[in-house]
């Protein structure tokens, strides 16, 4: 579906959007693909890259804040991936007027944008933290979801559709705990913040892949949830750090003991699928055909967390997974 086709990134220098931009030029033949970020030094990191050196690939330099800027990146886009988005919790709570122009505000902007421009197809990343959220990053980017879901109401039949993606931590990825483990390793000692914390894991491909077939699925209205395993902290420290002594050092700020994808308050609008769940919009718009999808229904308080996971890894299957990073790899 993407040979031929426009495509633009927004937040395309992070790790997600640069490993979905490579996926793309190396399996697809796209017409154009449009990296949409603010930091140039970045865009120059990544355009020097080989896995890059591609004439479909566009660099376009704007802030999703920037309503004008979008507008003229969009002309003639078929998909749009949002990845953009201030995540760092701390740094949400010392500035929280930050968080809200980019997660909140970007949202609206990405939306109009595309509303004007025609785009066929949009996909927002979400995160867990948007469930239930207990800090103000997980509230921007719950405000987010919403903003996405409901602009299928203003679409009306001009054929452009949103859909959202939401999933757990990215193995490695930028502010994942894994590589923070791996480095504290050489010191002998990791700090832990409460052993039976609970965590879901995905690798930066499987995410890149669902994202793909989102994209391929979406009807629009779809919240997509992918079924991934969960592993306790304590066991991902054996893993990662066998011989190493441990500092527990208590929960954080608005952080939780368990992940939660899919909170028991919206069980009654899950679709369940062989791979995946999808969210029905609790509102009704015009054209909504997600019905189309199939799906079975869940059971009333259904829960999708990462302590209650039919699928949790022992310490072998994360050893197995996490293989990358474990002491002999690394030559620690």
Known sequence: MFNGKSILVTGGTGSFGARFIQSILRDYEPRRVIVYSRDEWKQSEMAAKPEFQDRALRFFLGDVRDRQRMMRAMRDVDFVVHAAALKQVPAAEYNPHEFIKT????AMNVVDASLTCGVEKVVALSTDKAVNPVNLY???????????IAANSYAGDSGTTFSVVRYGNVIGSRGSVIPLFVKQRETGKVTVTDPAMTRFLLTLDEGVSFVQQSLARMVGGELFVPKIPSCSLQDLIAVLAPDCEWEEIG???????????IPEDESRNVLDFDTHFVIQPVQAFWGNRIGILGGATCSSGFCYSSNRNDHFLDREGLASLLSDYLPEKSGS
Do not use: Y
């Open 138 to 148: 997980g509230a921007t980017k719950l405000c987010s979801d919403k903003v996405f």
């Open 103 to 106: 997660n909140i505000d970007g």
């Open 251 to 261: 929960l954080r700020p608005g952080e939780k003991m368990h992940e939660i994808l």
